[in-house]
């Protein structure tokens, strides 16, 4: 069964300090793995993909994810917060067995300064 | 490039009546896909179509209805509503389903 867990409800952090955002996923087959992000009243943006290229993938406004398979993972970092990054953010799969783009219950992010 | 345009923005019903919430996207994108979003529950997927005249259920089909009679329109259908349907929704499309799906502007349901 396809399925994604995202670990943290609400992550709070400073501004100017790391972003840390978790994802586990879970696929009979090879993933394509997306992190969205959703400010107040929008719609979704797309961050960055993975779809079986570079395990380490960069994203827009210096988000970056690393997939890892022995860990079913694929958290969403930053170096360095900034007030704007203050969103929701969701993960996502699309399994090569099944054509159904499944999110994560989503973490919300705010950036204290 | 207008991309997924979602109509209404806002509606409320009345518990039993019916709408329909139109989606249309500009895209020639072959996926398209219905979510409904609560809070706390990130977003579900309620129904999907991989190309005209092919839909299928996804996690929360319960209570919907749509149909894909072009490649363009993807409408979602609730015929009697209840109050567990007041939700936002939103569609989406895609290319294929391992490339980015872009998404419209969402409808605010409330259902009293």
């Known amino acids: 069964a396809q399925s994604v867990t995202q670990l943290d409800s609400h992550v709070s952090v400073s501004e100017g300090t790391p972003v840390l955002l978790r994802c586990n996923y879970s696929?009979?087959?090879?993933?394509?793995l997306f992190w969205y992000v959703q400010h107040p009243n929008k719609g979704l943006q797309l961050l960055l993909k993975?779809?079986?290229?570079?395990?380490l993938v960069k994203g827009i406004n210096g988000f970056e994810a690393e997939f890892k398979k022995s860990e079913t993972s694929f958290h969403l970092t930053k170096p360095s917060a900034h007030m704007s990054d203050a969103a929701e953010y969701f993960c996502a799969s699309v399994s090569g067995g099944y054509n159904k783009l499944i999110f994560g219950a989503g973490t919300r992010l705010a950036v204290h300064p | 490039n207008a991309g997924v345009t979602q109509t209404p923005k806002f509606r409320i019903l009345k518990i039993g009546q019916s709408m329909t919430l139109q989606c249309t996207q500009d895209m020639n994108h072959n996926y398209m896909y219905w979510y409904r979003q609560d809070p706390g529950m990130g977003l579900k997927l309620i129904y999907y179509s991989v190309g005209a005249g092919i839909t299928d259920k996804g996690e929360v089909p319960n209570g919907y209805n749509v149909s894909r009679s072009t490649t363009e329109d993807f409408p979602l259908r609730l015929e009697l509503a209840a109050p567990s349907q007041t939700s936002v929704y939103f569609c989406?499309?895609?290319?294929?389903?391992?490339?980015?799906?872009?998404f419209g502007q969402g409808t605010r349901l409330t259902v009293v």
């Open positions: 989406a499309s895609s290319y294929v389903q391992a490339t980015e799906a872009f």
């Open positions: 696929s009979s087959y090879s993933p394509s």
């Open positions: 993975y779809t079986s290229a570079a395990t």
